[in-house]
Each structure stands twice: as structure tokens, then as C-alpha cells.
């Protein structure tokens, strides 16, 4: 009963201390964080895309710092000497003492990502070839992405094995079709061709451009690509170069100009025979 009041007083003199600090070093993130969204707010120096990555970075940093800082200071007030035995030990045969392995794990890894600039807040990503969507925090233990139907995934750093990035400088559209073999090839190229001088124009200002401003790659075509594919008709190819942020949109425009373009010309594609036979 004594060790129990003796307990209560000691944490009752300590709470305020442990209160105090908690709420200083929540406002010390807050500042650090609301300072850096500040600065890049009135500053130009970089590109808004690697903005946005240096704020999740800091900002993971911080709490982090401030986490752990926080739990060494909470020890060492009800652990006598603390500070000696923190420096006796080790910083390293601490950290594996508490099983964080995994955790250096993810933090190298979240550090290797962000200097080798793989990816950036925002961008549109493949990882493992299992997981697709645009990446909204990078951490140094975890990466999160927010995939199309709106679910967020958050993987662990140091499970990123490979990772395709459709956000670095430019993408090239390409798409393919298959026309059949009743339709002659010259008016096909025709009308491919007027689709492409339309494709231009619509998509002049989503097209990557060289210094000098001139299409690195207009939209064009890439020629037949198959002569008999399935062995049902041609395979014709149309492609061109456009930003890497406006490729979806760009991509989804291709399509619809193609479609309507064959359509108006009646250029006849191929189409899924089913035959059914009755028998009696």
C-alpha cells in the first residue's frame, strides 16, 4: 500500500513536467512544419512536386524526432540516471534491444527513395507490380499511395522492390488497333493521318516540347505493326509524346478522336464473331 502511494505522489509531481513538454514539442513540429510550408509558399526554387516531397519529409522527421524524444524524456524522469545508462549502452544496442530492425530497415529505405528521387508527392506510380495510384506521403518508414477507387495504401519502405514511375518528364501514347483485312491500307493511313493533324491541335499544349519549342513528338503513325494478327486483321499504330502530368487525360483524348474518326469514315473494325448452331 506504501509502494502504491509512494508511486502515485512521485507521477502527480511528474505529470505537469510530462504535460508541459508534450505541448511544447507538439508546437515545435508545428512551427517546423508551418515554417517550411511557408517558405516554399513565397520561394520558387524548386519544382511544386519535389516542394511537396521535402514538406512530408520534414514533416515525418519531426514527429518522429519529437516522438522519440519525447519517450527518452518520460524514462529518464522515473528511470534514475537514465542518461548514464542511454550513453553506456549504446545508441545501436538500444535500438536492437527494442527489435527495430525493421524499422532501420524502412527508414534506409525511405532515405534511399527520396535521394535517389524515384518518386515525388503526387506522381503517378506502380509498386511491385501489384499496387497503382499517386503518391501522397513519403515518409522515412512508409510511402502511401492513393489508389483510383480512393482506397490508400501505406507500404512499408523497406518492402518497395521495384517501382514504375509514369511522372518523370514525359510519356509517350501509344495505341494500337486492329483493322480488317476488307479495308485498303491507304485509306486507313488517310484517315489516321487527318486523326493525327486533329490530335495536334487539340493537344498542342499538352505535347513535350524541346527548347525550342517545337513537338518532340507529335502524333503520328507508327506504321502497321502486325500483318496478321489472330489471323483476323491488321494491326495499325498511332503515337506521340505528351507531358508526363497530362498523359491520363491526354490518353483518354487519343482514344475518343481515334473511335470517332473510323467511325465517321466508316472504317470497319474488327468485330467478335459468335456463331450458334441449333440442333434439333
Known amino acids: 500500500m506504501r509502494m502504491k502511494e509512494t508511486l502515485t505522489e512521485i507521477f502527480q509531481n511528474k505529470i505537469i513536467d510530462i504535460l508541459l513538454v508534450a505541448v511544447i514539442l507538439w508546437i515545435g513540429v508545428f512551427i517546423i512544419n508551418r515554417l517550411v510550408q511557408l517558405f516554399f509558399k513565397r520561394t ?3 519544382e511544386e512536386k519535389k516542394e ?3 514538406e512530408s519529409l520534414v514533416r515525418s522527421v519531426t ?10 524524456y518520460v524514462i529518464s524522469l522515473f528511470v534514475h540516471d537514465f542518461g548514464k545508462i542511454l550513453a553506456g549502452a549504446g545508441v545501436a544496442g538500444i535500438v536492437i534491444g527494442f527489435g527495430a530492425q525493421s524499422l532501420i530497415k524502412d527508414v534506409l529505405a525511405g532515405v534511399f527513395l527520396i535521394y535517389e528521387r524515384q518518386l515525388h508527392k503526387g506522381d503517378y506510380v506502380t509498386v511491385n507490380n501489384l499496387f497503382n495510384g499517386t503518391v501522397e506521403e513519403i515518409g522515412l518508414r512508409s510511402l502511401q499511395i492513393r489508389e483510383w477507387s480512393g482506397k490508400l495504401l501505406t507500404i512499408s519502405n523497406g518492402e518497395v522492390r521495384q517501382i514504375e ?3 518523370i518528364d514525359f510519356m509517350r501514347i501509344t495505341e494500337s488497333f486492329l483493322i480488317s483485312f476488307k479495308e485498303d491500307p491507304d485509306r486507313v493511313y488517310s484517315v489516321l493521318e487527318e486523326a493525327c493533324d486533329m490530335l495536334n ?4 499544349d499538352s505535347l513535350k516540347r524541346d527548347e525550342f519549342g517545337n513537338p518532340t513528338e507529335p502524333f503520328q503513325i507508327h506504321g502497321i505493326t502486325a500483318l496478321n494478327k489472330i489471323n483476323r486483321g491488321v494491326e495499325f499504330t ?3 509524346m ?3 502530368d497530362d498523359y491520363f487525360s491526354a490518353s483518354l483524348a ?3 478522336v481515334l473511335v470517332r474518326q473510323l467511325y465517321q469514315n466508316n472504317v470497319q473494325m474488327l468485330e467478335e464473331a459468335v456463331r450458334i448452331e441449333r440442333t434439333q
Open 63 to 72: 514527429q518522429y524526432t519529437a516522438t522519440i524524444g519525447f519517450i527518452f
Open 52 to 54: 511537396k516531397t521535402i
Open 44 to 46: 520558387d526554387f524548386i
Open 165 to 167: 514511375n509514369y511522372n
Open 201 to 204: 491541335e487539340e493537344l498542342r
Open 242 to 244: 505528351v507531358k508526363d
Open 254 to 256: 487519343v482514344r475518343r
Open 238 to 240: 498511332v503515337k506521340g
